[in-house]
Nanobody
Framework: QVQLVESGGGLVQAGGSLRLSCTAS?????MGWFRQAPGKEREFVAA????????YYADSVKGRFTISRDIAKNTLYLQMNSLKPEDTAIYYC?????????????????WGQGTQVTVSS
C-alpha cells in the first residue's frame, strides 16, 4: 500500500507562485498531479515517469507549471508560477504502477488527500 501526503497549498495573489510537495511511503512509478475546482470534475494537470526524465502537461498549465521528482526522497513536486484565479482548486497527487506516463485517472492506483490552492485576483 502506498501512502501519499501532500503539502504546500495556500492562498496566493494572481501572478504569484507556490510549490506543492507529495511524499510517498515507497518509490512509485509514474506520478501525477490532478486538480478539482468547485463544481467541476477532477482534471489532469501534469505527470512524470518513473525515472523523472519524461513529463507531460495539460495545455492550461504548460509553460507555467513544472513537475519534478526527487527519487531519493520519494517526493514529487509541482512548481506553479504565474498563477491565475482559474488555477484555484484542490490539488491531488497520484501514483500509478505503470512505467509510462498516463493522463487519465483510472491507471492511478493511489491518491493523496488533496491540498487547497486558492489564487485571488
Amino acid at each position: 500500500q502506498v501512502q501519499l501526503v501532500e503539502s504546500g497549498g495556500g492562498l496566493v495573489q494572481a501572478g504569484g507562485s507556490l510549490r506543492l510537495s507529495c511524499t510517498a511511503s515507497i518509490h512509485t512509478y509514474t506520478m501525477g498531479w490532478f486538480r478539482q475546482a468547485p463544481g467541476k470534475e477532477r482534471e489532469f494537470v501534469a505527470a512524470i515517469n518513473w525515472s523523472g526524465d519524461s513529463t507531460y502537461y495539460a495545455d492550461s498549465v504548460k509553460g507555467r507549471f513544472t513537475i519534478s521528482r526527487d527519487i531519493a526522497k520519494n517526493t514529487l513536486y509541482l512548481q506553479m508560477n504565474s498563477l491565475k484565479p482559474e488555477d484555484t482548486a484542490i490539488y491531488y497527487c497520484a501514483a500509478s504502477s505503470r512505467f509510462t506516463i498516463t493522463t487519465t485517472q483510472a491507471p492511478y492506483n493511489y491518491w493523496g488527500q488533496g491540498t487547497q490552492v486558492t489564487v485571488s485576483s
